[in-house]
């Protein structure tokens, strides 16, 4: 089969490949429709130690079975392979479980014709849910992972919350879509990047801007998710963030500095780390990203997978103003 490999840093190669052979309890998917995300992208550039060359990347699968249990089924992939019996699985905290892997780092990923995958990371769609709108999955699952932490850190329900997003990438924009799918009174989104600040603000759900050129609002936001997570933008919402509010901590760009240590005390700040989802969460992501819960999501571009080599190297060159490219096996 063919797939895309990252054979060195700065290099993907389009290969032919081995056929992936399923293990005891896997299922081998046929993929229709692959994301590249922002993890895949750090992968490119050498910058995970964990993902290393030759590999296939891609997690943000959507395909169908063409082998196993449930041969015929329509399907994404939780990339995540948990251990299930470690004190966090059996707790359901699976998305934290001591053991687990993922595919495209531990394992070939999705950036292939075809993928194996152990059968419990096979999570259902609908026959006819387009695979386009259905690879978005993994990114809207993050987002939405994070309101769920939110949720239950949050003294009033989020309609009534006024909501910074940092950084609008896949997860930051979808993140915000499903602020205002669920009637939060105010939104306003920082990006630096201007290509990227296009796309959220023909969603039209409020207030789109430059942090560093236009002032951000201190002490007004009940919520504020980080998206980015780097000491700038730490520093953007612990200012941002009202008293008694509640920030979600998803990016993972650096690990300095950037909270404050005081208003956390003094003002009661709650501080949520939200990393990934679980398998409910894809579930509940897949449902909404179906029935329109996010839009038309018309910002979404498509490369055929043969052509991914330069998809990669365009993003990584900040021509892309699409928060999501998505590659197509069949095309
Ligand atoms: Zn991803
Ligand atoms: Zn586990």
């Known amino acids: 089969m063919k797939a895309l490999v990252y054979t060195a840093p ?12 399923a293990k005891e309890n896997e299922s081998i998917i046929e993929v229709e429709a692959v994301g590249i995300c922002g993890s ?16 296939v990347l891609g997690h943000e699968v959507c395909g169908r079975i ?15 392979i948990t251990c299930g019996y470690c004190h966090y699985c ?46 978005l999955t993994e990114p809207a699952a993050t987002g939405l992972h994070s309101l769920v932490l939110a949720d239950r850190a949050l003294m009033r329900p989020v309609d009534e919350c006024r909501a ?12 915000a879509l499903l602020l205002a799918h669920r009637g939060c009174r105010q939104i306003e989104i920082a990006e630096r ?29 009940d919520l504020v998710i980080d998206c980015v997570g780097g000491e700038k933008t730490r520093q953007l919402a612990m200012a941002a963030i009202a008293p008694g509010g509640v920030f979600v901590h998803v990016g993972l ?38 029935h329109g819960a996010y839009g038309e999501l018309q910002w979404i571009q498509t490369r055929p997978l043969s052509a991914g080599s330069a998809a990669f190297a365009e993003l ?9 490219v998505v590659l197509l096996p069949g095309s």
């Open 66 to 80: 063409i082998e196993g249990p449930d041969v015929g089924s329509r399907v994404i992939l939780n990339p995540l």
């Open 164 to 175: 910074l997003v940092i950084g609008a990438g896949s997860v930051g924009l979808l993140t």
């Open 10 to 21: 700065l290099e993907m190669s389009f290969l032919d490949q081995p056929e992936p052979s």
């Open 90 to 135: 059996q707790t359901g905290r699976f998305n934290i479980c001591s053991n687990r892997t993922m595919i495209g780092m531990n394992r070939p990923g999705g950036y292939a014709e075809r993928v194996a995958i152990p059968n419990q990371c096979l999570v259902s769609i609908p026959d006819e849910m387009n695979p386009v709108l259905a690879a």
């Open 253 to 290: 760009m650096d690990n300095n500095n950037g909270f404050d240590a005081r208003k956390i005390t003094l003002a009661e700040i709650t501080v949520i780390g939200a990393y990934t989802y679980t398998t409910a969460d894809l579930a509940s992501a897949a449902e909404k990203l179906h």
């Open 193 to 221: 990047n201007p290509l990227r600040r296009q796309p959220a603000e023909q969603e039209n759900i409020g207030r789109v801007y430059d942090p560093i050129d236009e002032v951000t609002d201190n002490d007004v936001f």
């Open 316 to 324: 990584l060159q900040g021509e892309i103003a699409a928060p999501k």
């Open 40 to 55: 895949d992208m750090h992968a490119y550039q050498g910058h995970d130690a964990r993902r290393v060359p030759p590999l």
